[in-house]
């Protein structure tokens, strides 16, 4: 495996990381976790909420973490949760 | 998080049919999800659009997708796609159905289908038994596992399903699995561009039944085996495609092009005509 | 090399006459497998459906051949197949989904000995029962019997009319007689022939119920790629065409509307060809090429004295129960030849009630003989 090297974007000073809103069709979710376990930032956690079908919706533990790979729109089994950029993306002018 | 009522691809879904019958973590779903998705991004025109199914969990898929779609008996989604296409080329015909159902029964039809070439698209989930039923024993179930009519572990030898598609003449063969959902929706667009036969095969978690009989209790557990097995493997030969505990080859296998059996059969006809006019002269 | 269709006095076989008729009435694809005795028709149609423009495809069974029709149907085109008994036995799960979802389409059925591969080269009228009873589940269906080549024409141009008009996958029960014998057949001008299309919705595709029925119990039908977005399962249904495999009502609704819909239009697809019936007190009951040994048998009864008549089935199904039912009050007895066990038969039995009804079993290459059938109509008096 080749090694990683990490540096932060050349643009970043420049750009404003995307802000998110996540939706949820609360009675669709059956529960099943994937967006939980496979969003890459860990944005999203298991709530003590019961929706209609008895099981715990996903809720949102820190949105700023979100980058819109929109990993949990793709995945989810029940189109129960999607995500949305708010409002459009600013660049800051140097 | 937002409270939401309607999802961006609900365009691509039968409202009144929502939401669908699928267990909890049912691969079908995401299948479904990548099935949208790729339509949204093609833009495709949902009036030429004909989504015909067999019988089976992934046989409902015809029910819910917005656009003129049918389910044939068990087995036969093919040859009834067959007949739609050769009356409507300009028809997009997309069969969606499970690896019972197009390979056990419906065996048959594939490998003449795909040998025709014609320019059918076939998304197979591959859930590795009869989830419909209950959970039996199918032509994709591995050794030695666990179904509803094999007690004991099956002693049948599985499919290997792209080396089968391959083999068979299809120009696009591709094997993913429900966690590759950017793969999987990229292989569909690339199928619904294709003229000839066209086949992606989906490894589609079956939790409630399969997973369960097998050590795998919830859809995450299978999933994870997707994660720890799975390589892509692109262009590989197709007859070591073989999927097992530990390896789970994924990838786009063949890619080609070949005159499609409508198009030939145009052409024929156009020249039949055309001889036909001179002899009358 | 035809480029266009036939018309005028012709020296056909029925196989090909049932292949002109097909042509003649429109119908734009075929999907069938070699059998005997119905491959001529196949082998014909695929020379003259690509003169014409239309599609011809050998399937990889009889099986894939009725999916295939089904599919080519809702496209828009009309669609036949040709078989014989084991093919025939084949396609009955598809049968029963066209009939399911209405998909209008004509199944030739050359019948040939049976049961199982049978004497593939010799005539029966042994799958007369199945082409009701065939497939499972109740349902309605329309068959056709012909008994010469012109009428191998001619019923199979009305056999797409009915399954235009009825949505319903319409029968041709020939025999391997009718289907390898030469005659004359006429074949008029286009302008000549009624040829009926299916009804088409009237509403928009929002408001487009797949499986609304009109007045008549049938509904108008959408093709693919008409924008409809309609969906068509041989699961239950309701009128939306969605799966409804819960409710009772929905099942009983469906059911019974299949079945009425060809029995309560039945006083319109029944067929039959009286000759000398008006006083007849013996009268023979016969289809296919028996009935042409009958009323060989019904003129020489009469030169004998005997007050015989003929009533010939055109249609097998629905069956004509009340009509020879009133046929049946004024007669001695009636005589029922088949080249089978027994199957027409009983269905006279039934609409006969008390009168007695004498059957003539024959089995192998040769149908009835007129003498053999004018001792069974001696034998009633």
Not at chain 2, 160 to 189: D, E, F
Not at chain 3, 76 to 102: D, W, Y
Not at chain 3, 204 to 221: A, G, H, I, K, T
Not at chain 3, 357 to 365: I, P
Request: with cysteine; aromatic share 8%; charged share 25%.
């Amino acid at each position: 495996m080749p090694e990683r090297i990490r540096h932060p974007p050349l643009d970043k000073e420049k750009m404003e990381q995307v802000q998110t809103e996540i939706h949820l069709i609360e009675d669709q979710c059956k529960g099943c976790g994937y967006c939980i376990e496979y969003c890459p930032r860990k944005v999203l956690e298991e709530s003590n909420e019961i929706n209609a079908r008895g099981v715990h919706i996903p809720k949102v533990s820190d949105i700023s973490k979100c980058i819109m790979c929109s990993f949990c729109t793709a995945v989810c089994p029940d189109f129960a949760i999607f995500v949305e950029e708010k409002p459009a993306r600013k660049v800051k002018e140097d | 998080m937002v409270l939401e009522t309607a999802h961006p691809y609900s365009k691509y879904l039968r409202a009144e049919m929502m939401p669908h019958i699928w267990c909890p973590g049912c691969g079908n779903g995401i299948v479904l999800n990548c099935f949208a998705h790729a339509l949204d991004e093609l833009k495709f025109d949902l009036d030429k659009l004909v989504v015909v199914s067999g019988i089976g969990c992934i046989g409902r898929t015809a029910g819910y997708v917005n656009a003129d779609s049918f389910h044939t008996t068990h087995g036969r989604a093919l040859a009834f796609a067959s007949g739609v296409k050769l009356a409507n080329p300009e028809l997009e015909v997309v069969v969606i159905s499970g690896d019972g159902d197009l390979f056990a029964i419906g065996g048959n039809h594939f490998i003449h289908a795909a040998r025709r070439n014609m320019g059918i698209k076939v998304l197979c989930a591959n859930n590795l038994n009869y989830g419909m039923t209950g959970g039996q024993q199918g032509p994709t179930t591995p050794l030695e596992s666990f179904t509803t009519t094999s007690p004991y572990g099956s002693i049948e030898n599985p499919f290997n399903l792209v080396h089968l598609a391959a083999a068979s003449g299809s120009t696009y063969v591709a094997r993913w699995t429900t966690l590759h959902v950017r793969r999987l929706t990229q292989s569909i667009k690339k199928m619904l561009q294709k003229k000839g036969f066209s086949f992606v095969e989906v490894l589609a978690q079956c939790p409630e039944i399969y997973g369960r009989y097998n050590k795998m209790r919830s859809g995450l557990e299978m999933m994870s085996w997707f994660k720890r097995a799975s390589v892509v493997e692109n262009f590989t030969d197709p007859s070591k495609a073989e999927i097992s505990a530990d390896k789970i080859p994924v990838g786009e296998f063949v890619d080609v092009e070949k005159l499609s059996y409508e198009k030939m059969l145009h052409e024929k006809i156009s020249k039949i005509n055309e001889r036909a006019m001179e002899m009358v002269k | 090399m035809q480029k266009k269709l036939l018309t005028g006095p012709y020296f056909l076989n029925g196989d090909l006459a049932c292949a002109e008729g097909a042509l003649v009435a429109g119908c734009g694809f075929f999907a069938g497998y070699p059998i005997t005795p119905a491959t001529e028709i196949a082998e014909h149609l695929s020379q003259r459906m690509p003169e014409l423009g239309r599609i011809y495809v050998q399937m990889e069974d009889e099986i894939a051949s009725m999916a295939a029709i089904i599919g080519a149907s809702y496209s828009g085109l009309k669609a036949m197949t040709a078989t014989s008994g084991p093919g025939f036995s084949l396609m009955q799960e598809n049968i029963g989904l066209a009939v399911m979802t209405e998909a209008p389409c004509v199944i030739v059925d050359v019948m040939r000995g049976g049961p199982s591969t049978g004497q593939p080269t010799m005539p029966g009228q042994q799958d007369v029962m199945q082409a009701k009873w065939g497939s499972h589940g109740d349902y309605g269906i329309i068959a056709l019997t012909p008994a010469s080549v012109q009428e191998m024409f001619n019923l199979t141009i009305e056999a797409f009319n009915l399954s235009e008009t009825y949505r319903v996958p319409t029968l041709l029960m020939a025999d391997e007689i009718v289907g390898h014998m030469w005659e004359k057949v006429v074949i008029p001008p286009p302008e000549k022939l009624k040829i009926v299309n299916r009804k088409k919705p009237q509403v928009s595709p929002d408001e487009y119920r797949p499986f609304q029925p009109d007045d008549d119990l049938v509904p108008p039908m959408a093709c693919f790629g008409e924008g409809y977005h309609f969906h068509a399962t041989g699961l239950t249904h309701d009128e939306s065409g969605y799966p409804k495999t819960s409710s009772s009502k929905v099942q009983s609704e469906l059911v019974n509307r299949l079945c009425q819909k060809i029995e309560k239009n039945a006083d319109k697809i029944i067929r039959c060809e009286e000759t000398m019936l008006d006083d007849a007190e013996i009268v023979v009951v016969a289809y296919g090429i028996v009935a042409r040994a009958a009323l060989s048998a019904v003129r020489k009864a009469r030169e004998n004295g005997i007050k015989a008549g003929l009533l010939r089935l055109i249609t097998l199904w629905p069956f004509p129960t009340e009509y020879i039912g009133k046929i049946a009050k004024r007669t001695h007895g009636i005589v029922v030849p088949e080249m089978n066990c027994g199957q027409m038969v009983r269905e006279v039995e039934r609409a006969a009630k008390e009168t007695p009804v004498t059957f003539l079993s024959k089995l192998g290459e040769e149908p009835h003989t007129p003498m053999e059938i004018l001792e069974a109509i001696k034998g009633v008096r």
